[in-house]
């Protein structure tokens, strides 16, 4: 994701402040200098980035901060907090609620990733049980309901559209009322692409008809067509507002236009009334971060941002997380909630009672793996963790992990139960992993890397052995401490450094225990009586 070397170039600057002896104004100054670059570089407005770099120094004002405060935490705790009022609208956009149906309606830019998002937002949705569908009221672009078809299919989303009707009002009123008749709890109208500066444009062109005499009759045919058509578009997608009365009308945008962002959500907003943006192509451009902050500033809230061409590419927006993520501290709220997606709850006890234990088998790392799938992209899973970030995990890595998780999976699939729930490694000799390698196709030197592998993750896993599981999710501070001393033996130097060591270990513990996360949860306490 290139996004994330901006946030590596923000916690780069950030370390090298941190291991400085003394914290001065030199210090300080180097730091911001490196961070406005970092900004700049990723096409932020300039006062923007002039503003935030005056708060900073503002706040932290190194001649009045009394002896013994951490100068270097009330730094990184500034930065963090300017970085997200950059990008804070301070509005909160419209949020459907389950069982009750709403219907929300997409417009946007030509070729900025519009129906391919839809079915991203109604998959994302169908993941957490909902019941969305898609209507194409694009009847302008040639394929668009063949795009549509297409993804819907893929995932297992009904669809709605037509290939002889050409009035788009017509198909979104039926789609709606269709999918509202079957109880959908979420029914998305995808409307036709046009773009901000089709007046403009259209003007140059007769200027040029106008000067060039030969080519007089062609460009002024083509001026007045594609009038005709800029004309219809805007017309038709008012139409479709006005006659499916949408619950939300979301803004579709490519991250590649850095700056400009701020004119095209102006320009819709004044079309139709834009409730919300979501903006695409964020994995392959260095100009996301402009696209963001320039977004914020027209008090548009961003929903979510895509970050590649797969379905599961695509992360809910929330701005302390993200800055959070983006500057390598982690997301662990967003940690919890990918697990709860992946371990039933019902699983969740045995699962920690496994952990306490310190057995690991083969067929325990099949379903950890078959876990880590379902989670994403790990680079993605990777950043919600304190002390990483997705630039750790280059695009290529990230697809070469997933790939070595799927061969060890097809390795162990050649497996007998007993080989399976076995601990001893050395149960495997070599007509067992000649067999294996026979089974699954691979070399025998695969099945040796994997059964490699399996030591490794064992060798960690029994460093949990004796982790406190308390009863019915009440732990006291003594066990919570206890369990931190466990954790701290298995999470690497960088991670625990960046959780502030073992005080921050116990602190992050207890906060949380404090919420409702469940039997996981529990593992951590909920708090002291």
């Known amino acids: 994701m290139v996004l994330a070397q901006l946030g590596g170039s923000i916690a780069r600057a950030l370390q090298q402040m941190s291991n400085a002896t003394i914290i001065d104004e030199k210090v300080l100054s180097e730091c911001l200098n490196e961070i406005s670059r970092a900004l700049l570089q990723s096409d932020v407005q300039f006062k923007l980035v002039r503003d935030m770099q005056s708060n900073i120094k503002r706040i932290v004002n190194l001649d009045e901060l009394a002896a013994g405060h951490n100068k270097r935490r009330i730094i990184q705790q500034a930065v963090f907090n300017e970085l997200c009022k950059m990008l804070d609208p301070g509005k909160p956009s419209?949020?459907?609620?389950?069982?009750?149906t709403s219907v929300v309606m997409f417009v946007g830019l030509q070729g900025s990733g519009?129906?391919?998002?839809?079915?991203?937002?109604?998959y994302s949705y169908q993941k957490k049980g909902w019941k969305p569908a898609l209507v194409c009221a694009d009847t302008f672009r040639a394929g668009a309901f063949d795009q549509l078809k297409q993804n819907a299919t893929k995932t297992k989303i009904p669809y709605y559209g037509s290939y002889m009707e050409s009035d788009p009002v017509k198909i979104a009123v039926e789609g709606v009322e269709t999918f509202k008749k079957e109880n959908r709890d979420l029914i998305i109208v995808d409307t036709s692409g046009r773009h901000k500066q089709e007046a403009a444009l259209f003007e140059e062109m007769r200027q040029v008809s106008e000067a060039t005499v030969h080519i007089y009759i062609v460009l002024s045919i083509s001026y007045i067509h594609l009038s005709v058509v800029a004309y219809n578009k805007k017309y038709a997608m008012r139409q479709v507002s006005?006659?499916?009365k949408p619950d939300l009308i979301i803004f579709v945008m490519d991250s590649s236009i850095g700056q400009a962002a701020f004119d095209q959500a102006q320009a819709f907003k004044q079309s139709v009334a834009v409730g919300a943006v979501i903006i695409t192509k964020m994995d392959g451009h260095a100009k996301g971060g402009g696209a963001l902050s320039a977004v914020a500033a027209t008090k548009s809230?961003?929903?979510?941002?895509?970050?590649?061409?797969?379905?599961?590419e695509f992360e809910v927006f929330d701005v302390k997380p993200f800055v959070s993520r983006l500057l390598g501290m982690g997301d662990w709220s967003g940690f919890m909630d990918k697990i709860h997606e992946v371990v039933p709850t019902d699983q969740q006890p045995e699962l920690l009672q496994k952990l306490s234990e310190g057995n690991f088998t083969l067929r325990l790392m099949y379903e950890q793996f078959q876990n880590i799938l379902k989670m994403g992209p790990i680079g993605q899973v990777f950043s919600m963790l304190p002390g990483f970030s997705s630039e750790l995990m280059p695009k290529g890595h990230e697809k070469e992990s997933q790939a070595k998780i799927k061969r060890y999976m097809t390795m162990m699939d050649s497996m007998t139960n007993a080989e399976l729930d076995s601990t001893n490694p050395k149960l495997f000799n070599d007509s067992r992993i000649m067999r294996v390698a026979r089974g699954s196709g691979r070399s025998v030197r695969d099945v040796m890397e994997m059964l490699e592998e399996y030591k490794r993750l064992a060798k960690i896993w029994g460093k949990m052995k004796g982790l406190k599981i308390p009863k019915k999710g009440e732990m006291s501070a003594l066990s919570r401490n206890?369990?931190?001393?466990h954790m701290s033996k298995v999470l690497p130097p960088q991670m625990l450094k960046q959780i502030g060591g073992m005080g921050g270990l116990q602190s992050l513990m207890k906060q949380m225990g404090s919420k409702d996360m469940g039997g996981l949860g529990g593992m951590f306490g909920k708090g002291d009586k």
Do not use: D, L, R
């Not at 206890?482 to 001393?485: I, L």
């Open 301 to 312: 809230p961003v929903i979510f941002i895509g970050t590649g061409e797969h379905m599961e």
């Open 114 to 122: 519009k129906t391919t998002t839809c079915t991203k937002y109604a």
């Open 94 to 100: 419209f949020t459907p609620k389950k069982g009750k």
């Open 242 to 244: 006005e006659a499916t």
């Open 482 to 485: 206890m369990n931190a001393q």
